[in-house]
């Protein structure tokens, strides 16, 4: 059986760690995105975390954006980490002056930078939803680092939390709540405010793996779609994932 294509946004941030922790998922095949064509080619799309403005700027000056849209609205898998996250709320607060460009579908509310500056970043244990699978190695509790990261403050009824941060006393005090989301589930859409990529545990990876496979038994079931968008594209031409050594992850 053919590998089934997943993309990561290549534009900016950290998506060279994604493309290690899918290589270490069975079956996939892991494609840096930075064209529509090569866009057009995969059954899957990961936004990475990074700098979210740089990312969206970088997306519209290379004609990206519509063809995200299109990608989510035709509900394709989509995986949003930390910046990835913010692209796919419809709505978000805290933005930088003149906003940026949200991919949206994600019925909730982000706030940018919730968790304060680069200063403030830190990591920490959570509990696994049920969900999770196992890739073999970890089991339990999760690492997650969480980098100048947003938070997820209100979900609509069809969104579906799947780990929440309790606040410290002082970010209680401050925030005047006891706790925020930091990964849900919608659909097709899946999104974190940490970074899984940047640990070595792949069940977050394994758990999206899982969507696009779900995804891709129903579009065969509908209409024969096999691969991809169902676009015609010589994926040959495209390049296969980079024959440079993967980066390690970031510690």
């Known amino acids: 059986m053919a590998p089934i294509r997943i993309g990561v946004l290549a534009l900016q941030g950290s998506f060279r760690e994604h493309m290690t922790l899918l290589n270490r998922v069975p079956g996939v095949e892991a494609v840096e995105i930075r064209t529509i064509e090569q866009l057009r080619s995969v059954s899957g799309l990961i936004i990475p975390g990074g700098e979210s403005t740089t990312m969206a700027l970088v997306a519209e000056k290379w004609g990206l954006i519509p063809e995200l849209q299109s990608f989510a609205a035709a509900r394709q898998p989509i995986w949003g980490t930390c910046a990835g996250l913010i692209f796919l709320a419809n709505r978000a607060t805290g933005m930088k002056e003149g906003g940026q460009a949200l991919l949206g579908g994600l019925d909730c509310l982000v706030h940018r930078n919730f968790f304060g500056a680069q200063i403030n970043s830190f990591e920490t244990m959570l509990p696994a939803p049920a969900c999770l699978p196992s890739d073999g190695q970890h089991e339990g509790p999760f690492r997650a680092v969480f980098i100048r990261a947003p938070s997820i403050t209100e979900t609509g009824p069809g969104v579906e939390i799947l780990a929440e941060y309790t606040l410290s006393p002082e970010e209680k005090a401050a925030q005047g709540r006891d706790s925020v989301a930091v990964a849900v589930r919608s659909g097709n859409l ?21 969507m696009v496979k779900e995804n891709l038994g129903t579009e065969d079931a509908a209409n024969g779609v096999g691969n991809g968008s169902g676009a015609d594209v010589d994926v040959e031409k495209l390049g296969r994932a980079p024959t440079r050594p993967a980066d390690l992850p970031v510690y």
């Open 190 to 210: 899946l999104a974190t405010a940490f970074h899984p990529e940047l640990t070595e545990d792949a069940r977050w990876h394994a758990m999206f793996v899982q």
